[in-house]
Nanobody, 116 residues
Framework: QVQLVESQGGLVQAGGSLRLSCAASGSIFSIGTMGWYRQAPGKQRDLVATITRSGLTNYADSVKGRFTISRDNARNTVYLQMNDVKAEDTAVYYC??????????WGTGTLVTVSS
C-alpha cells in the first residue's frame, strides 16, 4: 500500500503563491495517477488537479491558469504550485494516489487559508 504525507500548507495572502508537496512511500512502483483534491468548509471534496506518471495533467476549471501540478518520480513527490490564490481557494488540500494493484490512497490533508 501507499502512504501519503502532505506539507507546506499555511496562510497566504490573496494574490500570492504557495507550493504544496506530497511525499509518497510504500508501494511506490504501483502508483499511476496522483492528484490533489480539496474540501472547503461546508462543501464536498472536489478535484483540483491530477497527473499521470508520464506527466499528463488535468485541472478543475476553477484553477486552470493559476495552479500547476507536477511530480518528481525520482523523489516520489507530487507538487501543487498555487499562484494568484483567491479566497475561494481556502480549503483542506488532500493528496491522492491510485494505480494497479493498490487501493486508492489519501493523505490526511494540509490546510490552506487565503487571507485578504
Amino acid at each position: 500500500q501507499v502512504q501519503l504525507v502532505e506539507s507546506q500548507g499555511g496562510l497566504v495572502q490573496a494574490g500570492g503563491s504557495l507550493r504544496l508537496s506530497c511525499a509518497a512511500s510504500g508501494s511506490i512502483f504501483s502508483i499511476g495517477t496522483m492528484g490533489w483534491y480539496r474540501q472547503a468548509p461546508g462543501k464536498q471534496r472536489d478535484l483540483v488537479a491530477t497527473i499521470t506518471r508520464s506527466g499528463l495533467t488535468n485541472y478543475a476549471d476553477s484553477v486552470k491558469g493559476r495552479f500547476t501540478i507536477s511530480r518528481d518520480n525520482a523523489r516520489n513527490t507530487v507538487y501543487l504550485q498555487m499562484n494568484d490564490v483567491k479566497a475561494e481557494d481556502t480549503a483542506v488540500y488532500y493528496c491522492n494516489a491510485r494505480g494497479i494493484n493498490i487501493r486508492e490512497s489519501w493523505g490526511t490533508g494540509t490546510l490552506v487559508t487565503v487571507s485578504s
